[in-house]
């Protein structure tokens, strides 16, 4: 090939990856965009108050550019996007990850809790995301007219829940705005930042650690609970990391350090510089809402509503992250099958989970009414991001001690500086807790003890099924003689690859017949986020017309057991729905004497069991072709 031919292959290249790069800035880099509304101010005018001085506010914004630097730019940007898992990112990923070299092991298990305990945090945060950002714009309002104080409860309400209402119709359409919207508000952060940067360059000196130094040597205590509000400037920097398999971690580093970073920076500057350039008596009325006050008079109401349409924007990525999340949760054995729609055709990471998003919406709407501004909510917010973060470095040293097997030298340091950072900013959000920091952390908890007691139950509840199997040969020579063959195809679903699935049992004992071919067919998530389609069938032949059939998905991947038959001639021909009938057992849990959950946890287990979603639509199967057979399982 030409040396022009390879230069036009690379430009086409780098021209594809900042196209990503775009899109990016559209979807992913809104949580950690829209924290310049409000996390500058919390330093200084949230719960633990600072003066307005120049030691505070170099101090302030120097923590701000490092806490960016150290977490965002180095741990998750540079660092744990090399630890993809077949090109997905996020906390199970991770955990898939390291279980394929350390699961089965203490570490292994240590390392799967934490991941799951991880998760249950999310769920917290993506209830106070949309929240304290969409409120924080609407109350930009008041610094347009005090007057509409009254109106900015009601207008974030209804804001909120309109979000939640378009969630079943998906972001293809409204999502196409998302990327001009998004650059159009991150070049307005940055211009309003130079502005006043100019006007007071010195501000940039706080460049120089030591004036986040300075700071802690002056004020050890204030400094430890300052950094309670300057990890708000850091919220989000788990997403990126997250949502790498949707853009590539090329295009989310260009998007960051190239465009997102700068312009942030700049706006963190550009606030500390303008409150500096004021009286005190103007300072103190400017601390109350600075992002807004850096605009001029007449420029103040399209920024409230440019900021509106980005917090709007940011909140609709936390709801879809939730989404996903749910999703690789529900394959990977941690939670229930739930229904999922799908809201394109041409997409299949764009996906809708009722039950997520009603509950979500419940959620957001009681915080709004209870906490009332964002500034309180503030106080609830950071403390399942720190949570989070500090399990992602726990995971980081697992990953770099087993996965990578980097020398201790090369670890230690790194682990120690990031145990050190993510740790104290979670202890600085524990004196939090009283004035709302308990709230995630008990949706945490909640969210753990159902995750766990699921996963437990589905393993207590196999391994007792697994018990009574009889063996499929033993099976296929009894059959042979004493059931009547009747045309057609039966598909019997079974969770275990060994054994005899409970329905094919009572199909033979109640109706005493056996279709020409029967497949008892099995469904496995792998720990990695996708399987080829060539690796998607294990089909093994006992005789007779009776095959045993392991389909193998990633756990990103949609479970369709039908369009996957329809790929396969192999199991004694191609499969016609209109001649197949899938036979499911439904269990009905008995409480025994055995040992395995405590009395309450098998309850909720069996709550749980009885309100998930039927396989028959988790395997998206044919609603007219389906019959399910009763059986009792005791745990």
């Known amino acids: 090939?030409?040396?022009?031919?390879?230069?036009?292959?690379?430009?086409?290249?780098?021209?594809?990856?900042?196209?990503?790069?775009?899109?990016?800035?559209?979807?992913?880099?809104?949580?950690?965009?829209?924290?310049?509304?409000?996390?500058?101010?919390?330093?200084?005018?949230?719960?633990?108050?600072?003066?307005?001085?120049?030691?505070?506010?170099?101090?302030?914004?120097?923590?701000?550019?490092?806490?960016?630097?150290?977490?965002?730019?180095?741990?998750?940007?540079?660092?744990?996007?090399?630890?993809?898992?077949?090109?997905?990112?996020?906390?199970?990923?991770?955990?898939?990850?390291?279980?394929?070299?350390?699961?089965?092991?203490?570490?292994?298990?240590?390392?799967?809790?934490?991941?799951?305990?991880?998760?249950?945090?999310?769920?917290?945060?993506?209830?106070?995301?949309?929240?304290?950002?969409?409120?924080?714009?609407?109350?930009?309002?008041?610094?347009?007219?005090?007057?509409?104080?009254?109106?900015?409860?009601?207008?974030?309400?209804?804001?909120?829940?309109?979000?939640?209402?378009?969630?079943?119709?998906?972001?293809?359409?409204?999502?196409?705005?998302?990327?001009?919207?998004?650059?159009?508000?991150?070049?307005?952060?940055?211009?309003?930042?130079?502005?006043?940067?100019?006007?007071?360059?010195?501000?940039?000196?706080?460049?120089?650690?030591?004036?986040?130094?300075?700071?802690?040597?002056?004020?050890?205590?204030?400094?430890?609970?300052?950094?309670?509000?300057?990890?708000?400037?850091?919220?989000?920097?788990?997403?990126?990391?997250?949502?790498?398999?949707?853009?590539?971690?090329?295009?989310?580093?260009?998007?960051?350090?190239?465009?997102?970073?700068?312009?942030?920076?700049?706006?963190?500057?550009?606030?500390?510089?303008?409150?500096?350039?004021?009286?005190?008596?103007?300072?103190?009325?400017?601390?109350?809402?600075?992002?807004?006050?850096?605009?001029?008079?007449?420029?103040?109401?399209?920024?409230?509503?440019?900021?509106?349409?980005?917090?709007?924007?940011?909140?609709?990525?936390?709801?879809?992250?939730?989404?996903?999340?749910?999703?690789?949760?529900?394959?990977?054995?941690?939670?229930?099958?739930?229904?999922?729609?799908?809201?394109?055709?041409?997409?299949?990471?764009?996906?809708?989970?009722?039950?997520?998003?009603?509950?979500?919406?419940?959620?957001?709407?009681?915080?709004?009414?209870?906490?009332?501004?964002?500034s309180n909510l503030a106080s609830a917010y950071g403390i399942a991001v720190t949570g989070a973060m500090f399990i992602d470095t726990c995971l980081m040293a697992v990953l770099f001690l087993a996965v990578w097997r980097w020398k201790l030298w090369m670890a230690l340091p790194l682990v120690g500086l990031f145990f050190l950072v993510d740790g104290s900013f979670f202890a600085a959000n524990l004196p939090k807790v009283p004035s709302g920091g308990w709230f995630p952390l008990l949706v945490g908890a909640i969210a753990f003890t159902l995750l766990t007691t699921w996963a437990r139950g589905r393993k207590l509840m196999r391994d007792r099924m697994s018990e009574v199997a009889l063996p499929i040969a033993i099976f296929a020579k009894s059959a042979r003689n004493s059931a009547t063959r009747v045309p057609g195809t039966a598909i019997f679903m079974a969770s275990a690859t060994g054994g005899v699935p409970s329905a094919l049992l009572h199909n033979i004992k109640h109706n005493k017949v056996l279709h020409e071919r029967v497949v008892i067919l099995t469904v496995q998530i792998a720990g990695v986020p996708y399987v080829d389609a060539a690796e998607r069938f294990e089909i093994h032949s006992v005789g007779d017309g009776i095959f045993r059939v392991i389909l193998h998905y990633g756990f990103m991947q949609e479970t369709d057991v039908p369009a996957a038959l329809a790929e396969t001639g192999e199991c004694g021909g191609m499969f016609d729905m209109m001649q197949t009938s899938f036979f499911l057992s439904r269990q009905t849990l008995i409480a025994s004497k055995k040992p395995g959950m405590a009395l309450w946890r098998e309850k909720l287990f069996a709550w749980m069991l009885r309100n998930s979603a039927t396989a028959m639509e988790f395997f998206r199967l044919p609603t007219n072709r389906v019959v399910e057979l009763g059986s009792q399982v005791e745990i």
Not at 12 to 23: D, H, M, Q, R, W
Not at 96 to 106: E, P, Y
Not at 183 to 201: C, D, K, Q, R, W
Request: proline residues 4%.
């Open 1 to 374: 090939m030409s040396q022009a031919a390879h230069g036009a292959d690379g430009d086409k290249t780098a021209s594809a990856k900042i196209k990503l790069a775009v899109g990016a800035v559209g979807i992913v880099f809104g949580d950690i965009g829209t924290s310049p509304i409000y996390a500058f101010r919390e330093t200084f005018a949230g719960h633990h108050p600072l003066a307005l001085d120049t030691l505070h506010l170099m101090g302030v914004v120097s923590l701000i550019f490092w806490s960016m630097t150290i977490i965002v730019s180095l741990q998750y940007v540079t660092i744990l996007m090399n630890a993809d898992n077949r090109g997905q990112g996020g906390t199970l990923a991770l955990v898939a990850l390291i279980s394929q070299k350390i699961g089965g092991t203490n570490r292994g298990w240590i390392a799967v809790m934490l991941g799951v305990f991880a998760t249950a945090l999310f769920y917290g945060d993506s209830m106070i995301t949309p929240a304290v950002s969409v409120l924080s714009a609407v109350e930009g309002l008041t610094t347009v007219e005090a007057s509409l104080a009254p109106f900015v409860i009601p207008i974030a309400l209804t804001l909120l829940i309109a979000l939640f209402l378009l969630q079943k119709r998906g972001t293809g359409t409204i999502g196409k705005l998302f990327a001009p919207i998004m650059l159009t508000y991150f070049t307005t952060l940055a211009a309003l930042g130079l502005m006043h940067i100019v006007e007071n360059p010195g501000v940039l000196a706080a460049l120089n650690p030591w004036y986040a130094i300075q700071f802690f040597i002056t004020d050890r205590w204030l400094a430890f609970l300052a950094l309670g509000s300057v990890v708000l400037a850091v919220t989000g920097a788990e997403a990126l990391y997250s949502d790498m398999g949707h853009f590539g971690r090329g295009p989310l580093r260009i998007g960051w350090f190239g465009f997102v970073m700068p312009c942030l920076l700049l706006n963190y500057f550009g606030q500390a510089a303008m409150i500096m350039n004021l009286e005190a008596a103007a300072a103190a009325e400017a601390i109350k809402n600075p992002f807004f006050v850096m605009a001029s008079e007449s420029f103040r109401l399209p920024l409230v509503l440019l900021a509106t349409c980005a917090t709007f924007i940011a909140s609709q990525a936390v709801i879809t992250g939730a989404f996903s999340v749910t999703q690789q949760a529900i394959q990977l054995g941690f939670v229930p099958r739930l229904s999922i729609l799908h809201t394109s055709e041409t997409q299949h990471g764009q996906i809708y989970i009722p039950f997520v998003n009603w509950v979500l919406m419940i959620a957001v709407v009681l915080l709004v009414l209870t906490f009332r501004n964002s």
